[in-house]
């Protein structure tokens, strides 16, 4: 058992060692006979999951040049994306060359739990079954000492492009003292570009939602694909409408919002499908004004959800230059479908459900 006293615990199938901490990073070494050391840390704060494992890669690959010889050939063997333990995770390997002799195989998983990220790497060819059964263990069975209060509702998409698992999405909602509700989305896409190169795109919002689903305030956080960051603060003008602050790709953003009356969250959208799509049958169409940072910062968008006859039952959403046809749960929500933004076209399916409202 890895115990951290007053911190965090997990179980892990193989002997470990707890190496030096660094900035509140902790390093265990996994012992495997015959091969260097699964090395995984744990620290405070969760991270931006795609990039993680992008980072990653670039330190290792450095590294290993300085101790096997020149990095020669490396192509991508596999990516991944999904839910262990309640946990959204990103994972990929590269098969590479050193010193034109050697041959490896790195192997990296990323994941957030509970306020924590985590990431483990192993570089020598094979393993790979003994890889991830240590990077799930440590996933699914930690917990912190201290942990969070526990979502009313969680979900967790996986995002495919042309049958690649390059994208996870996570979807939380809890509740505070007021009985106002937290929602919290996380997003990560780990998309290839070639036979050895990865780009990543990673965006957090919490909305802070009234009973009923109208808007209190609104954070969003996001990273392109070329590095730019957006972080914006939407709240309600003190004298009428909204108003938002903070940075777009980098750049300082002053605004008023085009709109001065309620706007709707997740949580608002979850509630109209059951409550009104979900009672009136198909061909329902329910409209949402939403804050929509990533179409139009300054603006709110006219959100379409409509049912669609079948078996089982379908939902059409429209919003700006997005659409997204799905299978729809007994609830009304998603559980899989397909976004299209333009020539971009992603596979949506739920891996992960717990709670409810």
Same mark, same amino acid.
């Given at each position: 058992m890895l115990e951290m006293p007053g911190e965090y615990r997990a179980r892990l199938p193989l002997p470990f060692e707890v190496?030096?901490?660094?900035?509140?990073?902790?390093?265990?070494?996994?012992?495997?006979?015959?091969?260097?050391?699964?090395?995984?840390?744990v620290w405070e704060g969760e991270s931006e999951l795609g990039v993680t494992v992008m980072r990653t890669a670039d330190l290792l690959f450095e590294s290993l040049s300085q101790e096997l010889g020149e990095i020669g050939h490396r192509s991508l063997t596999a990516i991944d994306a999904g839910a262990l333990g309640g946990a959204p995770f990103h994972a990929a390997s590269w098969l590479f060359t050193a010193d034109a002799s050697s041959l490896g195989l790195l192997k990296i998983a990323a994941a957030n739990k509970q306020g924590r990220g985590m990431a483990c790497n192993h570089w020598d060819a094979g393993y790979r079954q003994t890889f991830e059964r240590v990077f799930s263990d440590l996933v699914e069975s930690f917990q912190v000492a201290e942990p969070p209060p526990v979502p009313y509702y969680a979900e967790i998409f996986v995002m495919r492009m042309n049958d690649l698992p390059v994208g996870v999405e996570q979807l939380e909602f809890s509740m505070d003292a007021e009985g106002d509700t937290r929602v919290k989305?996380?997003?990560?896409?780990?998309?290839?570009? %070639?036979?050895?190169?990865?780009?990543?795109?990673? *965006?957090? #919002?919490?909305?802070? %939602?009234?009973?009923?689903?109208?808007?209190?305030? *609104?954070? #969003?956080s996001e990273t392109g694909v070329d590095g730019t960051h957006t972080e914006l603060m939407l709240r309600r003008n003190e004298i009428r409408g909204w108003h938002v602050t903070g940075k777009l790709q980098d750049k300082e953003l002053d605004a008023d919002v085009e709109h001065e009356g309620s706007i709707d969250t997740s949580l608002g959208e979850s509630i109209a499908l059951r409550e009104r799509l979900v009672p009136l049958g198909d061909e329902t169409v329910v409209r949402q004004l939403r804050w929509v940072p990533e179409v139009d910062p300054t603006g709110v968008l006219d959100v379409s959800l409509e049912g669609v006859a079948g078996d089982p039952p379908g939902l059409r959403l429209r919003f700006g230059p997005i659409e997204m046809t799905a299978v729809r749960d007994p609830l009304g929500m998603a559980r899989s479908g397909t976004v299209r933004a333009g020539r971009i076209e992603m596979a949506l399916e739920r891996v992960y459900q717990d709670g409810g409202f």
């Open positions: 190496g030096e901490t660094e900035g509140g990073t902790d390093q265990i070494q996994v012992a495997l006979e015959g091969s260097v050391p699964i090395v995984c840390y989305h996380h997003s990560s896409t780990l998309i290839p570009t %070639s036979q050895s190169e990865l780009v990543s795109t990673y *965006s957090v #919002s919490v909305e802070w %939602s009234r009973p009923d689903g109208a808007l209190i305030n *609104s954070y #969003s």
